[in-house]
């Protein structure tokens, strides 16, 4: 059975710090582009950051220098480290991956799996 589901999203305050997971089945994760996007009320879905099969990042500009995007293809699972959270970072966090030797995109319609979402809220 293919499945992706996320983990780790909470309310936190301005200034802290989340880290999301999602855990993969089905998949032998060292094979794919990874993603992270995510979604405000009444917004488009958008890429927050990905990662290539050969782990090199990209990150949105509005999150560059306080999310860290990882993975561990042991355990099949990727990560999404985010620190010094603004209230313009609430949304629902969805991971997504691809099967691809190139490099990642940002680009929503490149990802073939994805999961259900984990809800993260920034608030004073």
């Known amino acids: 059975q293919l499945k992706l589901v996320e983990s780790g999203g909470d309310l936190v305050q301005i200034g802290g710090s989340l880290r999301l997971s999602c855990a993969t089945t089905g998949f032998n994760l060292g094979y794919y582009a990874i993603a992270w996007f995510r979604q405000a009320p009444g917004e488009n879905r958008e890429g927050v950051s990905c990662m290539s099969n050969s782990d090199v990042p990209v990150y949105a500009d509005s999150v560059k220098d306080r999310f860290l995007i990882s993975r561990d293809n042991a355990k099949n699972t990727l990560y999404l480290q985010m620190n010094n959270l603004k209230p313009e970072d609430t949304g629902v966090y969805y991971c997504?991956?691809?099967?691809?030797?190139?490099?990642?995109?940002?680009?929503?319609?490149?990802?073939?799996?994805w999961g259900q979402g984990t809800q993260v809220t920034v608030s004073s």
């Open positions: 997504a991956i691809r099967y691809s030797y190139r490099p990642c995109s940002l680009l929503r319609h490149d990802y073939d799996y």
